[in-house]
């Protein structure tokens, strides 16, 4: 039995540190930081959610394994709220952004706006 839950919590950090590492290069390949922060956003809220609990199940249930469940609950509720203030701020600061990519403004957010 602990040859299986080695197996199974292998494979879910496995799994997690795939994630991690396809945002790391998402980061790196895109050009401009929208694309960036929409590529970090999914891969480190998938990737450590993964992580987290691959490490839970090879700890087995006790408060630790509560401790990370907790922390990954505050991973999972923080990250996106961070990722859409970081963009919110780009769209805010850069006017030359409708010049790269359509932007919908709050006004009518069916209307593009090109730079």
Known sequence: MEWVRFAVSAGLIAGGLVFVLSSVAGVWKFRYVL???????????MGMGLILLGLIVYIGFEMTSLKLALLGLLWWLSSPVASHLIARLEITANPD???HM?????????EEVRG
């Open 97 to 99: 952004l409708g010049e």
């Open 102 to 110: 359509a932007v919908k403004t709050e006004e009518d957010p069916h």
């Open 35 to 45: 694309n960036r922060v929409h590529a970090a956003a999914l891969g480190d809220t």
